[in-house]
């Protein structure tokens, strides 16, 4: 009678109905973050008490402006934010304002979790597979070696085929088992002001299609003076007045061309500008490199508040100097706009060393990864600090767009490994071999399904973006390193930032659907840090 009560049990386990509501929000195109606010108020209205949503922060206002609310929403059973103990997961969207996909897989993740908070079955996907795939092998072959006179040769097989990797296995495998064990705070939108102001024209033509990055900090020129640095990284105390000022520039024109590639430099009279390289087909660090070999005359990379645009029109070979005079009144010289969130955090801030060339663009102004004025400067930054200080954090998910690859610390080098054993428990693995090994396991899950699309197949795992150095400042290498957090960047959709109106509405949903079964896992794994 016991085998067979067994039977009866693991056959509901693997016939349990298959969950395919979630992700749909895609379907109604472009979304505001208020509108992703109200959305969020009304997941929470509706959870039974198993969600909670806050502002959490504003960003930087202006006069006449008042800053964004971000928005946070909790889930967790008897979700309450006043739960500070309980073992916390944060999951993050749109730290880049032109990372449209973000949002929506956070998002879809809430739904998920909240349409199946009373769900004792195995967590399964929109096609039905099983999550936690390991976690019901291991309870399956248990079953059959209880009852292994009676299984058929296949069944044994199964039975004893090995685990694809037993050390982190989590035990969970139900939403409702996950959501009495931990709390998750999910925030689609941390840089509001970013996202919302790249769905204007003037934001989605931003750094040539690419759409607008940074947070929208307006940079006061009054008390920002201008600053040279050296080759090897160091600054100036006063700028050198023997040398031509160059600085990275926006191009007046439509192409594949970096801004990074674009420097334009001015004379030392101050009286003309020029374009530094007239080709544009130079790889940035090339570039760099160029501008200190210069002798006649000398010249030097520099930073200040204001934006510096070369415009095609003043010379059609890019190549004869125009007039000071003239670039003013071509709104050649501009406010600078913005710091980049995701180099604002407080490990590695600003770093030089292995950061060849990058420390120069992170220092710019008007640069798409400027860092900011010092570090935690901005105040969506400073939300995540008195997040995760007030919370249990244990684990994060900071989502980007741009590749397929599921990412953990460290960003800032290609050479740089963790250390420690914080987070292998008492299997004792490195924290290196376990974020290698969750990190291959996500992207095997993201790559499960065809979903007919070549920007959302073939995840891998990796320390790096693309295997280099992105920058110095980011969030998983502070919150690990800082915090021992299992902090991990997961990139939702390869090449591609923003969209039309159509697109959205057809590619976004598949982006959310092959995310959120990743998500789910690595919530599986991360409530067993509790146990730490």
Same mark, same amino acid.
């Given at each position: ?18 969950f ?8 109604k ?12 108020n ?14 959490i ?90 009852i ?72 006061d ?38 801004e ?13 500008? +020029? &374009? %530094?390289?007239?080709?544009? !087909?130079?790889a #940035? ?8 070999? @210069?002798? $006649? ?29 003239v ?29 060849? +060339? &990058? %420390?120069?663009?992170?220092? !710019?102004?008007? #640069? ?8 935690? @400067?901005? $105040? ?82 990796a ?29 939702v ?35 067993g840090?509790?146990?730490?």
């Amino acid at each position: 009678m016991k085998k067979f009560f067994l039977v009866l049990f693991f056959l509901f386990l693997w016939t349990a109905p298959v969950f395919g509501g979630y992700c749909q929000n895609g379907d109604k195109g472009f979304k505001s973050s208020a509108a992703i606010g109200r959305y969020l108020n009304d997941l929470a209205a509706n959870s039974s008490g198993f969600a909670v949503t806050r502002v959490i922060g504003t960003t930087q206002g202006s006069p006449g402006r008042p800053g964004k609310k971000i928005v946070a929403l909790l889930i967790g059973k008897n979700a309450s934010w006043s739960d500070n103990r309980k073992p916390t997961v944060i999951i993050t969207g749109s730290i880049h304002g032109n990372e449209w996909a973000t949002p929506e897989v956070c998002i879809g993740i809430a739904e998920y979790l909240l349409d199946n908070k009373d769900n004792d079955s195995p967590a399964r996907d929109d096609k039905g597979f099983i999550i936690n795939d390991d976690a019901v092998r291991e309870l399956d072959q248990a079953r059959r070696r209880s009852i292994d006179n009676t299984s058929s040769e296949p069944d044994r097989i199964k039975a004893a085929a090995p685990l694809q990797d037993k050390s982190i296995v989590p035990r969970i495998v139900s939403v409702r088992k996950l959501l009495q064990s931990i709390q998750i705070i999910i925030i689609p939108v941390l840089n509001p002001a970013g996202y919302d102001y790249c769905f204007l024209p003037e934001g989605r033509a931003s750094y040539y299609g690419a759409g607008w990055r940074e947070n929208r900090r307006i940079h006061d020129p009054l008390t920002n003076r201008t600053i040279c640095y050296r080759q090897d990284g160091t600054a100036y105390d006063t700028p050198p007045a023997d040398a031509e000022h160059c600085f990275l520039a926006d191009y007046d024109d439509e192409g594949d061309v970096e801004e990074e590639s674009v420097i334009v430099c001015e004379s030392r009279d101050d009286t003309t500008i +020029h &374009l %530094f390289h007239p080709e544009l !087909s130079v790889a #940035s660090s090339e570039m760099f490199d160029a501008v200190y070999r @210069s002798s $006649n005359p000398e010249r030097v990379i520099c930073a200040s508040p204001r934006r510096r645009v070369w415009k095609t029109q003043w010379a059609a070979d890019d190549e004869t100097p125009v007039k000071m005079a003239v670039s003013l009144a071509d709104g050649y010289l501009g406010e600078s706009q913005g710091v980049d969130l995701n180099r604002n955090f407080q490990y590695k801030w600003d770093l030089t060393k292995d950061q060849k +060339h &990058l %420390f120069i663009r992170s220092r !710019s102004f008007g #640069s798409r990864i400027y860092r900011g004025e010092r570090k935690i @400067s901005e $105040n969506e930054t400073k939300v995540m600090e008195k997040l995760v200080a007030k919370k249990n954090v244990v684990a994060l998910i900071d989502y980007h767009s741009g590749s397929t690859q599921v990412l953990y610390p460290y960003a800032y080098s290609t050479g740089a490994r963790v250390e420690g054993t914080f987070l292998g428990g008492k299997s004792g693995k490195s924290d290196l071999e376990v974020f290698r090994r969750i990190t291959k396991k996500i992207a095997s899950i993201l790559n499960r399904h065809d979903r007919g699309d070549k920007s959302i197949v073939n995840f891998t795992a990796a320390q790096n973006y693309n295997n280099t150095s992105v920058a110095s400042g980011v969030a998983r290498d502070c919150y690990y390193r800082t915090e021992k957090i299992a902090a991990i960047n997961i990139e939702v959709h390869d090449k591609r930032y923003i969209y039309g109106d159509e697109e959205f509405r057809s590619i976004v949903p598949k982006i959310c659907r092959t995310n959120v079964p990743g998500a789910v896992w690595f919530l599986f794994w991360a409530a067993g840090l509790g146990d730490r």
